[in-house]
């Protein structure tokens, strides 16, 4: 039961960016909406990637895939900035 509340939310989460392209007048609301989610999870997972020599990685949690994947580079941003702040 409970991962059906989780494809769910995330069916739901990803019409909202659909609408949201919609609003923003578009031409492919669904591929920019997918496009961004995209950009998100490579980001994250450049950060991670890079985190041996850089020394700075996020962990790899429903709450970041989540926060990345709706925000994209800026959400990944404030993810390592709140890592900061809270070590």
Known sequence: MQDLWIVLCACGVFLLLCIIQVIMKSR???RHAI????VGL???MVVNLT???TGVSLP???LTIGVSGVAGIPGVTLLLLLNLIMK
Do not use: A, E, K
């Open 60 to 62: 790899i949690s429903p």
């Open 42 to 44: 490579c980001t994250l």
């Open 35 to 38: 496009g961004g989610i995209l």
């Open 28 to 30: 492919h609301p669904v």
């Open 51 to 53: 985190g041996t020599f």
